[in-house]
């Protein structure tokens, strides 16, 4: 399958080459022509899959060549849980439409709301937001929905877990019933389903990446350290393989910025994302760690959600999430749209319970690769081969879910 058999117009044809994409992902092969067709689309897909460029590629052919939008008018919403991902899927629309006139802005919470009410001021095609700052211009009389031709809710499943679904039904009542509509869930839980019936009409229901597939094509290393030494671990791993790049996952915000001042002591450059931080903070830290001026992103769950970096080489679970379906979120970040990544785990024990959630859910079980020097002081149960560090971990013979494959990462309903 190519970009040229979807029904993209040239000039979008001229940026996919641009990018660099030789074939479409499974969900752009899906959800491009399903666009296209003016369908409202229900798909589900998770973040790394190409699900961005599979929306706003056919959004901007749709809105281009369409009456120019009036003052305070938006002809389309997309609509993200987190303000990093509306930065990047601003971005993106960005980048994506560059061949066509398309005007796109962002506006999220955390910054003026001035300057994005002035943005608004002459109408826009596309603006990318979250569900409160956009409650927030409409409150202020800044934003008109009369001109509304295409929503996207982007990540829906996620907005839900946040707590945005009052927020969501809010706005649904303010947009005009007439249009298109494009959601976008890693799940397709029964909160999911009962949105969906809800605000899209006779929609086409894409499962084509209902797994991720990128998480087979990442290694996954899990090594048992001592709690107390696993930031002494971390340098030594990151001195050792000469990584350069790494996201590095803490379960606390306090952790995080600990982890932060140990690894810039040990000359490594890190910066913290987490949410006790300001949006500028926040920005600078994901462009510094974007353009390789930071080594080490120390992010929260809730922060990471929608960071994108192209071909992230390595992602370290510093602490095993509490929930285990943020193993896969985490570890999806990367090894994307088809590239090998690695993802290590240093885990502690006292987080065996966590392990084994984890295990249930990925459908394998990890063999405990100990880092030389690094032996925990309590015996773990490991098969460890100390030259071997980063073999693959064992395949349980048994997947251990009725309907799991091994390595893909479904998650659970929630
Ligand atoms: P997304 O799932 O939209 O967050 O996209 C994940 C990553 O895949 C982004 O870095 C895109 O630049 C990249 N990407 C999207 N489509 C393709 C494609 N067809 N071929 C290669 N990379 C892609």
């Known amino acids: 399958m190519s970009f040229g058999s979807l029904g993209l117009c040239d000039e979008l044809l001229k940026t996919v080459i641009e990018q660099g994409y030789k074939t479409p992902s499974p969900v752009q092969v899906a959800a491009i022509p399903a666009v296209l067709s003016q369908r409202d689309v229900m798909a589900v897909a998770q973040t790394g ?18 009456p120019s939008a009036k003052a305070q008018c938006v002809r389309a919403l997309v609509i993200t849980p987190t303000r990093e991902l509306a930065a990047q899927v601003a971005s993106s629309v960005q980048n994506y ?25 002459a109408g826009l095609d596309v603006l990318v937001t979250t569900p409160g700052r956009l409650l927030d211009l ?28 009052d927020d969501i039904r809010r706005i649904q009542t303010l947009l005009p019933s007439k249009r298109q509509t494009l959601m976008f869930s890693a799940t397709f839980s029964t909160t999911i ?3 969906a019936k809800g605000m899209l009409d006779n929609p086409l229901v894409l499962e084509v990446a209902a797994t991720n597939n990128s998480i087979d094509t990442i290694k996954q290393v899990m090594h048992p350290v001592d709690k107390a030494r696993k930031s002494e671990a971390l340098i030594h791993l990151i001195k050792k393989n000469k990584w350069h790049q790494l996201l590095v996952f803490s379960g606390t915000k306090h952790g995080a910025d600990s982890l932060v001042l140990q690894l810039e002591k040990a000359g490594v450059s890190a910066v913290s994302i987490h ?44 602490d095993l999430p509490y929930v285990a379906e943020d193993y896969v979120h985490r570890i999806g970040r990367t090894g ?39 032996a925990p002081s309590l015996k773990a149960p490991t ?14 013979p048994k997947p251990r879910h009725k309907g799991q494959s091994q390595g893909r990462g479904r998650r659970g309903g929630r």
């Open 49 to 66: 899959t190409g699900k961005t460029a599979g929306f706003t590629l056919p959004m901007v052919q749709l809105l281009f060549g369409g």
């Open 97 to 121: 439409s560059r061949h066509l006139d398309i005007s796109t802005a962002a506006a999220f919470g955390g910054v003026r709301i001035e300057p994005q009410i002035n943005q608004l001021q």
């Open 138 to 165: 409409y409150n202020q009389k800044a934003i008109l929905f009369d001109q509304l031709e295409i929503l996207v809710l982007d990540e829906a499943d996620r907005m839900l877990d946040m707590g945005f679904i």
């Open 193 to 195: 389903k009962l949105l």
């Open 275 to 318: 949410a006790n931080r300001t949006q500028h903070a926040r920005t600078a830290a994901l462009d510094g760690f974007r353009n390789g001026n930071i080594m080490a992103l120390v992010a929260t769950d809730v922060a990471s959600r929608g960071i994108d970096v192209n071909q992230l080489p390595c992602v370290v679970n510093f």
């Open 336 to 374: 994307r749209a088809g590239n090998s990544g690695l993802a290590v785990s240093l885990y502690s024990d006292d987080e065996s319970k966590r392990l084994t959630a984890i295990e249930h859910l990925v459908g394998r079980k990890f063999k405990l690769e100990i880092i030389p020097g690094f």
């Open 383 to 396: 098969n460890s081969s100390e030259d071997d560090e980063y073999g693959n971990f064992e395949a349980d």
